[in-house]
T-cell receptor, first 113, second 115 residues
């Protein structure tokens, strides 16, 4: 089975940097994902890591250590619109045609002025 | 660009009634996933289909069934509805084969309220 842990809530100041951590235990692994979800809206894809290391995409970066079962999402130059839930998800890969994701409970980030 | 289309967006039903949710994936996407998200909860995987065949099964109740049709759209049928079925139901699609970017594309969800 899969077990994913991330903090429930975080607060950060506009313009600052925030790091959201995620630890996971999974029976199979085909990648770790970060999704952003505003309340009542669909999750939207932020990043995907399958190899160890840092992936950078604009203001967002994601890091993975497979040996430690650990990932983080780094958000720089925070903006008010970044207030949302950030979902860590693991793909256990069940075979051709199925890349279903198991989501963590999400970290609700509040950006304050 | 075309996105995942879900209908209806909102649905209100009574206990023990049935409901059907529809999902139209992004054109050329051959894999569809259904997720259920309760209030304040993370999305829970229900079931997925690849090329019209069930490819994976998660925490889908026996009262629920789903299928993917020849045009790749999918329907989630829910019977004997219970209060606890009230949730946001997301459909997502992806390309089952080919370069794997790891991205599922989510629809805007169907909000089911059971009274």
């Amino acid at each position: 089975g899969q077990n994913i842990d991330q903090p429930t809530e975080m607060t950060a100041t506009e313009g600052a940097i925030v790091q959201i951590n995620c630890t996971y235990q999974t029976s199979g692994f085909n990648g770790l994902f970060w999704y952003q979800q505003h309340a009542g809206e669909a999750p939207t894809f932020l990043s995907y890591n399958v190899l160890d290391g840092l992936e950078e995409k604009g203001r967002f970066s994601s890091f993975l250590s497979r040996s430690k079962g650990y990932s983080y999402l780094l958000l720089k130059e925070l903006q008010m619109k970044d207030s949302a839930s950030y979902l860590c998800a693991v793909s256990p890969y069940s075979g051709a045609g199925s890349y279903q994701l198991t989501f963590g409970k999400g970290t609700k980030l509040s950006v304050i002025p | 660009a075309a996105g995942v289309i879900q209908s209806p967006r909102h649905l209100i039903k009574e206990k023990r009634e049935t409901a059907t949710l529809k999902c139209y994936p992004i054109p050329r996407h051959d894999t569809v996933y259904w997720y259920q998200q309760g209030p304040g909860q993370d999305p829970q995987f229900l079931i997925s289909f690849y090329e019209k065949m069930q490819s994976d099964k998660g925490s889908i109740p026996d009262r629920f069934s789903a299928q993917q049709f020849s045009d790749y759209h999918s329907e989630l049928n829910m019977s004997s509805l219970e209060l606890g079925d009230s949730a946001l139901y997301f459909c997502a699609s992806s390309l089952g084969q080919g370069p794997y970017t790891g991205e599922l594309f989510f629809g805007e969800g169907s909000r089911l309220t059971v009274l």
